[in-house]
């Protein structure tokens, strides 16, 4: 059995890869949303208003935790 079999979908991971996937899966979003809030609060008001937000709207969404 080679590496890249082990990836294939038809084949499921075992139990303990499974969970560290997810985890990996969770912590790679959470670093997503907690970057892309980030450069939201650095937008000047005429960008905000490019992507259709005001900037009530893009404060709430900046101060929200990175987990949500």
Same mark, same amino acid.
């Given at each position: 059995?080679?590496?890249?079999? !082990?990836?294939?979908?038809?084949?499921? /991971?075992?139990? /303990? %890869?499974?969970? =560290?996937?997810? !985890? =990996?899966? %969770?912590? /790679?979003?959470?670093? !997503? @949303? @907690?970057?892309?809030? @980030?450069? /939201?609060?650095? !937008? #000047?008001?005429?960008?905000? #208003? #490019?992507?259709?937000? #005001? %900037?009530?709207? %893009?404060?709430?969404?900046?101060? @929200?935790?990175?987990?949500?």
């Amino acid at each position: 059995m080679t590496a890249t079999s !082990l990836l294939s979908p038809a084949t499921p /991971l075992p139990p /303990l %890869a499974r969970v =560290a996937f997810r !985890l =990996a899966h %969770a912590v /790679l979003g959470w670093e !997503l @949303r @907690r970057t892309t809030r @980030r450069h /939201l609060a650095r !937008l #000047d008001p005429h960008l905000l #208003d #490019d992507v259709g937000l #005001d %900037a009530h709207t %893009a404060q709430e969404e900046t101060a @929200r935790p990175f987990w949500r």
